[in-house]
């Protein structure tokens, strides 16, 4: 009995080093595997694990965060087929600052041909996430954009604080866009309440400009601020 018992204890503890051994191996296989040096792509200087870029070794980085250099100068990164411009890239808090690749950056813009918002994200199981969660005063989970909301409407709304008349903007967006009333509304939440009678929501677009996020009074210049400024992402995913 007594000598079944050290047996048993002995073949354990053998395990128990195998499975350690194991799985220090293994560790150090993922650093060496995935964690290469830094790359760099015009202005962003940092792109390490989890990023990689598309002409990085196949072994750095892992292969969901695959972003594209192009003309040596542009950091690319394809969104449920768009194509979005990296901005930052924050590994102090795993976020991501990209911008849609279809506005314009001079006097005009025009707003993205598609939306997004939270929804896109979670249908597809992305990659990235629109939240962090990070203890805060209220709560755990923080929202990394607001959105501009594009809504398109039957009748003028008048008297509006909360939307402002989009025509009074440079947007280039063809003959088609004058053909309805176009509004602009910023926030956090457009809840239901929120759209005039005559209107529809066309079109959402996230943000994370830190600038003014008062859905009061908004200018054509936040407007395009908040659009050229882009959205955080965060690849921390739970
Ligand atoms: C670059 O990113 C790594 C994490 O991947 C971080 O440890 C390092 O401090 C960053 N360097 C700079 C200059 O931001
Ligand atoms: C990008 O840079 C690499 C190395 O500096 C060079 O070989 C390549 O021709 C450049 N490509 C473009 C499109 O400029
Ligand atoms: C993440 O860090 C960047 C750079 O420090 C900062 O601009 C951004 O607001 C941060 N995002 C969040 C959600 O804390
Ligand atoms: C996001 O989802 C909406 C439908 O909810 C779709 O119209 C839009 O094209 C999607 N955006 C992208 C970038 O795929
Ligand atoms: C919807 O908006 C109205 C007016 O801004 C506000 O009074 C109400 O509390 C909002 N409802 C929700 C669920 O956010
Ligand atoms: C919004 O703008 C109107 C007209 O310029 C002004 O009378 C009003 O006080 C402003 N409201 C806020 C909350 O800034």
């Keep these: 009995m007594a000598r079944g018992l050290t047996f048993t204890a002995g073949v354990l503890t053998a395990l128990i080093a195998v499975v350690l051994v194991q799985e220090t ?4 296989a993922e650093v060496n595997d995935h964690h290469c040096p830094p790359s760099s792509c015009g202005n ?14 196949e072994i750095c980085g892992d292969s969901r965060y695959e972003l594209s250099c192009e003309n040596n100068r542009t950091t690319v990164l394809y969104l ?28 005009y813009f025009s707003f993205p041909s598609d939306s997004l918002n939270r929804y896109n994200f979670s249908q597809y199981r992305s990659a990235y996430t629109t939240y962090l969660l990070k203890l805060t005063a209220h709560s755990i989970v923080t929202e990394l954009s607001r959105s501009v909301v594009l809504m398109s409407c039957e009748k003028p709304v008048l008297n509006s604080l909360f939307y402002l008349d989009a025509s009074t903007c440079n947007i280039d967006s063809g003959e088609d866009f004058k053909k309805r009333y176009r509004y602009v509304k910023v ?3 457009t809840n239901a309440s929120d759209v005039e009678d005559s209107c529809k ?21 936040d407007v395009h601020n908040e659009l050229l400024y882009g959205f955080e992402l965060s690849w921390l995913l739970i």
């Design 25 to 28: 191996c293994s560790d150090a």
């Design 187 to 189: 926030g956090r939440r």
């Design 44 to 57: 962003i200087h940092n792109i390490s694990y989890p990023f990689r870029l598309k002409s990085d070794p």
């Design 80 to 107: 449920f087929a768009r194509k979005y411009h990296v901005q930052e890239i924050n590994y102090n808090n795993y976020t991501i600052r990209v911008v849609d690749s279809g506005i314009w950056k001079d006097n």
């Design 201 to 221: 929501v066309e079109q959402m677009f996230p943000t994370s400009w830190p600038g003014n996020d008062d859905p009061v009074n908004t200018s054509c210049t």
